[in-house]
């Protein structure tokens, strides 16, 4: 790489940071972010039934974690979604606030897309707002205002630079990109270079960061505890925070809360934090 280009990398990321978050909440690092993606499903499932938030097999598994360990979680919504073959929605989702406050308000959540099908950046700008002003309304209903997401990741890392200002406005600092080794999708070879190598960058005025792993992937791939903390002794070398995440439907299968667990415990033993109401 010449000196010229490295520069440039070197210089994408001097407009944010996640770290300087750590500061403001006098913690000190290294710190974790965990969220879950594609949510909807539980939300439903415990109106439905009628049945306490955290006697839902996720939402318990949540509460033990952040009992244990402190973790505080992400939750990114579907505005709407197929289950059991009927369309379902936030709407139908109940009130949630008082159980959310009574366990201490370490869940959090923010708009993730429309549907599984449909993809932030590629809908039309108009639509794309109209569907993320939905989302929170139905936030502020079920779960209250104070319950915002500031750091957000959209469906299919879906990296909506244009929507900048608009979530600034509703409290969000920054944008999730991609784990995946191709860095970005959507911006300037150098703006994904610079992901790679500092985990973070600005583009047109977004903030981004890079998620480095799924707990998914520690399962499917059957990590031993070692191979679990050389990936985080990597990053934390690398990046200095952990960025971790997975999917709502994950906590069907009993080894992604075997992993769960093993992963948080992990962090815990190395001394890796949990942001709090980011």
């Known amino acids: 790489m010449d000196g010229a280009r490295k520069e440039i990398i070197m210089n994408a990321n001097v407009v944010f940071d996640p770290k300087a978050h750590v500061d403001a909440q006098e913690m000190g690092v290294p710190f974790f972010h965990f969220s879950i993606d594609d949510v909807l499903p539980a939300l439903i499932e415990v109106t ?10 996720m939402f318990s598994l949540l509460k033990e974690i952040h009992e244990i360990y402190g973790v505080h979680v992400g939750l990114y919504l579907f505005y709407q979604k197929e289950i059991n073959r009927k369309v379902r929605n936030l709407t139908e989702v109940r009130d949630l606030k008082k159980e959310l406050e009574e366990a201490g308000g370490w869940l959090y959540f923010a708009p993730h897309a429309l549907d599984y099908d449909t993809k ?22 079920f779960a209250g205002k ?19 200002d608009y979530f600034k406005r509703r409290g969000v600092s920054a944008l999730f990109s991609t784990d995946r080794p191709a860095g970005s999708y959507r911006m300037p070879e150098e703006r994904a270079q610079a992901l790679l190598a500092h985990g973070h960058t600005t583009y047109e005025n977004a903030n981004f960061i ?69």
């Open 48 to 57: 439905d039934k009628n049945i306490p938030l955290f006697d839902h097999p």
């Open 120 to 141: 932030p950046f590629e809908q039309p700008h108009e639509d794309t707002e109209n569907v993320f002003n939905t989302i929170y309304t139905e936030i502020d209903r």
């Open 146 to 164: 104070g319950s915002y997401a500031s750091w957000v990741r959209l469906h299919f890392y879906s990296e909506s630079f244009e929507f900048a």
């Open 210 to 278: 890079r998620t480095q792993f799924r707990v998914e992937f520690f399962a499917n791939d059957a990590l031993s505890d070692e191979a679990i903390r050389a990936l985080y002794e990597g990053a934390l070398g690398t990046y200095g925070y952990i960025i971790i995440y997975t999917h709502e439907y994950e906590f069907d299968r009993p080894e992604i809360h075997t992993y769960v667990r093993k992963a948080f415990e992990i962090l815990n033993s190395l001394g890796v934090k949990s942001l709090k109401r980011i």
